[in-house]
């Protein structure tokens, strides 16, 4: 019954009880006299839904915690493990941000238990409610990633499969500017000529104004053009499945013949088939998110557009809900014997819980379909190797220099450092000491003639001839001749080459069967240096006409000293 301060009868009260604060247009307030307008109290769905309803709404927020903990799994496994263990992509990664941001639309309300009204009649707003604005502002951006990631994705399947395209660096460019360009000019649009603010739920969600032009139409124009080329794409596998089957021709797959499979037109229908083939075995699962998602955002906008519409549709014309309002006035405000005649004017409620279900369920789907069992096995050996990382064991220093010796580098012959130490003493080289070259034709030369040349020597002095690498005038290297027979330089006829002077250098192979790549210089020709192997540069000897052997200029020993 209505008095002196509500002429209103409950469960309704007068809107001139109440200043213009908060969301004065959410109001659902009907003209019932001259001068008196009675408003529904706030919330509306707690008159228009039974009490379940808010129930159903809190599982969705704890489903969406739970799909957050997924995501923040997935990324973090994609940033910290190996790629072996993850086999990680930007496409991947992106969606499931995209989808994170989406949940946290629904975690932040559950968290910070904001009110949903600003007065008994008034819900609140972005400017009256700061988790209001947050969460609204989660939720569009999440929901226009959403969106963008999957059509990119099915526009990057679609390429491959249809076009034989090889998405590389400019595609992936692309889709980081659209991708997350487009879903920051869409969020600054809703915000700025639409606003968020409590409609169903504790989360807030787009408001009417101007909301079909800024968030709804374009937002299902990319989810139409999801669709279309995600169906082509369908429709080009069934096509070259069923031509597979009426093709006859022998297959060259696994022939020596030359085939060029980067040409359509060169293909047979069995080899199209089996290249389709192989790319769906790998891109199945993000085919699969790809119908998931956009399917929740096409069934969440398509209700929300029409529970819009149909609040809008009883706020311009209040005979409509005529029904329902007196059977308010008549119960005095039990809602439950009127709930019948409120369902004609909003969506039913199996119907809103299961949008609120899918949407926030989207990162269980992405665990599940994304995740791989090697990340689990990926972070237990990354938690089980840190502590035997900073575990430090007291180590004698007749241990470590043990450790030392068995270092497999010093049976390699490759130096540790520059200052000459290529090997432990407690490690034998076998060293190679080569005996100097010398011809048989010197030695017979030596023993037949006791005079050495250039009138040098006593008798009895035999002498083997080596080379010498400073034999030219001015010291000059280039090329080795006789060594004088009279230069001590070089008392033994056997000499140590010095393997160990020099450090060893590993030259990188020009070719490499993990990547293959044409060798970007010629291969070094082998050429034989007379310098390295001590050996002789000039001719043998020969033996004269005369019988005799010949000296190391062409002389004739036995004829140089005559006039």
Same mark, same amino acid.
């Given at each position: ?8 009868? #409950? ?38 839904? #039974? ?41 991947? /990664? ?43 502002? *989660?939720?569009? *951006? ?8 999957? *059509? ?16 590389? @660096? ?29 409609? *169903? ?47 006859? $021709? ?7 013949? =030359?085939?060029?499979?980067? $040409?359509?037109?060169?293909?047979? =229908?069995?080899?199209?088939? @089996? ?6 075995? /790998? +891109? ?102 840190? =502590? +035997? ?29 520059? %200052? ?15 005996? $100097? ?11 037949? $003639? ?29 090329? #080795? ?10 008392? %033994? ?30 291969? =070094? ?39």
């Amino acid at each position: 019954m209505a008095n002196a301060t509500n002429p209103c009868p #409950p469960p309704f009260l007068s809107e001139a009880l109440f200043d213009n604060g908060g969301f004065v247009d959410g109001r659902l307030c009907q003209e019932v006299g001259k001068g008196l307008r009675c408003c529904l109290p706030c919330p509306m769905t707690d008159w228009a839904y #039974p009490d379940e309803f808010n129930t159903l709404g809190e599982v969705a927020q704890w489903v969406a915690v739970a799909g957050t903990a997924c995501c923040v799994f997935l990324l973090l496994s994609w940033i910290i493990l190996p790629v072996e263990k993850t086999h990680r992509h930007y496409l991947s /990664l992106c969606l499931t941000t995209a989808v994170l941001f989406m949940n946290l639309g629904f975690v932040i309300p559950l968290a910070a238990q904001p009110d949903e009204c600003y007065d008994a009649i008034t819900p609140n707003s972005m400017q009256t409610n700061s988790p209001c604005a947050v969460s609204g502002a *989660f939720l569009i *951006f999440g929901g226009w990633g959403g969106v963008m990631w999957v *059509f990119l994705r099915s526009l990057s399947l679609h390429l491959q499969i249809c076009w034989q395209v090889v998405v590389g @660096r400019n595609f992936m460019w692309f889709s980081q500017a659209t991708g997350w360009g487009i879903p920051i000019i869409g969020i600054i649009m809703a915000l700025v000529f639409s606003g968020v603010s409590f409609r *169903f739920g504790s989360t807030c969600h787009v408001n009417h104004e101007n909301s079909l032009a800024d968030l709804w139409v374009p937002m299902l124009i990319f989810a139409g053009l999801t669709i279309f080329i995600q169906f082509a794409t369908f429709g080009y596998c069934i096509k070259v499945y069923l031509a597979s089957l009426a093709d006859n $021709s022998a297959s060259t797959e696994n022939s020596n013949l =030359p085939s060029y499979t980067n $040409s359509i037109r060169t293909m047979t =229908p069995k080899q199209a088939y @089996r290249r389709v083939r192989r790319v769906i075995q /790998l +891109q199945w699962r993000g085919i699969a998110i790809v119908l998931i998602i956009v399917t929740d955002v096409v069934l969440f906008s398509v209700v929300f557009v029409f529970q819009d519409n149909t609040v809008e549709a009883v706020r311009r014309d209040p005979s409509t809900a005529l029904e329902w309002v007196a059977c308010l006035a008549m119960m005095a405000g039990d809602k439950t014997q009127c709930l019948d005649k409120a369902g004609p004017l909003v969506v039913d409620m199996p119907t809103v819980g299961a949008v609120l279900l899918l949407l926030s369920i989207n990162g269980l789907w992405l665990l599940l379909l994304l995740g791989r069992w090697s990340m689990v096995t990926g972070w237990r050996d990354l938690l089980m190797t840190v =502590p +035997q990382r900073n575990k430090r064991e007291f180590v004698s220093v007749d241990a470590r220099m043990d450790d030392l010796k068995k270092d497999t580098r010093s049976y390699e012959r490759l130096s540790r450092e520059n %200052s000459g130490k290529t090997m432990d003493d407690s490690v034998t080289s076998s060293a190679v000491t080569p005996i $100097s070259p010398t011809y048989s034709a010197y030695n017979a030369y030596s023993t037949r $003639s006791p005079i050495g040349s250039n009138g040098g020597g006593g008798i009895g002095g035999y002498r083997s001839p080596s080379l010498s690498r400073n034999n030219a005038p001015g010291g000059d290297t280039a090329s #080795p001749g006789p060594r004088n027979y009279h230069d001590t330089g070089n008392h %033994s006829g056997r000499r140590t080459p010095d393997y160990f002077g020099s450090t060893a250098r590993y030259h990188v192979p020009t070719r490499s069967f993990s990547s293959p790549r044409p060798p970007r210089s010629p291969p =070094p020709t082998v050429t034989w240096d007379a310098r390295d192997t001590y050996a002789r540069a000039s001719p043998l000897p020969e033996e004269s006409p005369y019988g005799q052997v010949q000296g190391a200029y062409g002389q004739q020993p036995m004829r140089m000293n005559r006039i």
